[in-house]
T-cell receptor, first 109, second 117 residues
Framework: GQNIDQPTEMTATEGAIVQINCTYQ??????LFWYQQHAGEAPTFLSY??LDGLEEKGRFSSFLSRSKGYSYLLLKELQMKDSASYLC??????????WGAGTKLIIKP | GAVVSQHPSRVICKSGTSVKIECRSL??????MFWYRQFPKQSLMLMAT?????????EQGVEKDKFLINHASLTLSTLTVTSAHPEDSSFYIC?????????????FGPGTRLTVL
């Protein structure tokens, strides 16, 4: 079966750095996405990785290792507004998105 | 980026009534749209793939006669929850792939919170 694993909840301090991990097992691979979702709102796109390596976009970076079925989202200089759920999703061979359950990130002052 | 709208954003209805949710791509054409359902503290669950001009493709376990999908144009898909019951209360979200560039990025509507009393 297809499976996406990510931690349920993480806590970090304002101004610090946090890494959210995601491991996956899917039927084929056509890219991995990270989305941010605030409570009661729809997800918003953060990043996309299809090749191994690190993609940096401002305070957010995303890393992919296809051989290990592993990705992480790195958030730097954390702000209170970064408190949200972070969803890892993999596009399988049928170009369908397989979603993780999301990681709730709590930022403390 | 591309914009997807949903209407209504919130609806409360009585058990047994039908509710229609609209999903529009505002500045691009979408031959395919996806409908998701999300229960509290759970991930998005794909319900069906809406295809312009043809029948929707439903995921296993989703009743096609209960969740009617119509994709009448390249910018509009509708989801009708027929004879809604309290267990249908959920957050319904549509999305559409942008189809631009190399990234099959999906743009999400703002979601519709359905509460069935």
């Amino acid at each position: 079966g297809q499976n996406i694993d990510q931690p349920t909840e993480m806590t970090a301090t304002e101004g610090a750095i946090v890494q959210i991990n995601c491991t996956y097992q899917t039927s084929g691979f056509n890219g991995l996405f990270w989305y941010q979702q605030h409570a009661g709102e729809a997800p918003t796109f953060l990043s996309y990785n299809v090749l191994d390596g690190l993609e940096e976009k401002g305070r957010f970076s995303s890393f992919l290792s296809r051989s290990k079925g592993y990705s992480y989202l790195l958030l730097k200089e954390l702000q209170m507004k970064d408190s949200a759920s972070y969803l890892c999703a993999v596009m399988d061979s049928n170009y369908q998105l397989i979603w993780g359950a999301g990681t709730k990130l709590i930022i403390k002052p | 980026g591309a914009v997807v709208s949903q209407h209504p954003s919130r609806v409360i209805c009585k058990s047994g009534t039908s509710v229609k949710i609209e999903c529009r791509s505002l500045d691009f054409q979408a031959t395919t749209m996806f409908w998701y359902r999300q229960f509290p503290k759970q991930s998005l669950m794909l319900m069906a793939t809406s295809n312009e001009g043809s029948k929707a493709t439903y995921e296993q376990g989703v009743e096609k006669d209960k969740f009617l999908i119509n994709h009448a144009s390249l910018t509009l898909s509708t989801l009708t929850v027929t004879s809604a019951h309290p267990e249908d209360s959920s957050f319904y979200i549509c999305s559409a792939p942008s189809g631009t560039g190399d990234i099959n990025e999906q743009f999400f509507g703002p979601g519709t919170r359905l509460t069935v009393l």
